[in-house]
């Protein structure tokens, strides 16, 4: 099973328009990721919230961490060609988990195209 | 600055050849980490290291995958008696210390076995 499971997998939508893509666990995580990846490209780092109820602004993109730290969503207003990607939420191994504490865990992320 | 980088960008192999990726990190950075992406989808970590020292390989598939960073720059992740299910993106990625700092990404190795 995933750690991370991302909603929707796939989204489509013309130029102008909001969406919104979710990041959903049932563990406890100290705090979240989100990446973008385009095409032919490594992910880039967006954002990293670590309060629950936590929201951060970049640019038209809004990131939010759930109040139990469990979920996060991403909520982009009137999207542009250039937000197409794939999007990729990611946690660290906990603080318990000793020498794994580098290594990232990913969703398998919502890939957006967005239309002119 | 140059990012990390990686080589060959494409490489094309007969079922059991060996394999070496190369990844060539940002300079100065502490940690290094090799994922494998399938289309469409997140990382999958393999390994990492703090400098030289492995620090983690439980996410090696199984013994015919290695890694190494003598020098604690350059790793090297080797595949030996390749097989069509290891064709995938590797990708490397660095990050300044240890646990908590950014992880850049480099641009990754398409890996086709055939």
């Given at each position: 099973t995933q750690l991370l499971e991302q909603s929707p997998q796939f989204l489509s939508i013309q130029e102008g328009e909001n969406l919104t893509v979710y990041c959903n666990s049932?563990?406890?995580?100290?705090?979240?990721?989100?990446?973008?990846?385009?095409?032919?490209?490594?992910?880039?780092?967006?954002?990293?919230?670590?309060?629950?109820?936590?929201?951060?602004?970049?640019?038209?993109?809004?990131?939010?961490?759930?109040?139990?730290?469990?979920?996060?969503?991403?909520?982009?207003t009137a999207a542009q060609p250039g937000d197409t990607g794939l999007y990729l939420c990611a946690v660290r191994g906990g603080a318990d988990r000793g020498s794994t504490l580098g290594r990232l865990y990913f969703g398998r992320g919502t890939q957006l195209t967005v239309w002119p | 600055g140059a990012g990390v980088s990686q080589s060959p960008r494409y490489k094309v192999t007969k079922r059991g050849q060996d394999v070496a990726l190369r990844c060539d990190p940002i300079s100065g950075h502490v940690s290094l980490y090799?994922?494998?992406?399938?289309?469409?989808?997140?990382?999958?970590?393999?390994?990492?290291?703090?400098?030289?020292?492995?620090?983690?390989?439980?996410?090696?598939?199984?013994?015919?995958?290695?890694?190494?960073?003598?020098?604690?720059?350059?790793?090297?992740?080797?595949?030996?008696?390749?097989?069509?299910?290891?064709?995938?993106?590797?990708?490397?990625?660095?990050?300044?210390?240890?646990?908590?700092?950014?992880?850049?990404?480099?641009?990754?190795?398409?890996?086709?076995?055939?």
């Open positions: 049932s563990s406890v995580f100290s705090s979240l990721q989100w990446y973008r990846q385009e095409p032919g490209e490594g992910p880039v780092l967006l954002v990293t919230v670590v309060t629950g109820g936590e929201v951060k602004k970049l640019k038209r993109l809004t990131f939010q961490f759930g109040d139990a730290r469990k979920d996060s969503s991403l909520h982009i | 090799w994922y494998r992406q399938a289309l469409g989808q997140g990382p999958e970590f393999l390994t990492y290291f703090n400098y030289e020292a492995q620090q983690d390989k439980s996410g090696l598939p199984n013994d015919r995958f290695s890694a190494e960073r003598p020098e604690g720059s350059i790793s090297t992740l080797t595949i030996q008696r390749t097989e069509q299910r290891d064709s995938a993106m590797y990708r490397c990625a660095s990050s300044l210390g240890h646990g908590r700092n950014e992880q850049y990404f480099g641009p990754g190795t398409r890996l086709t076995v055939t």
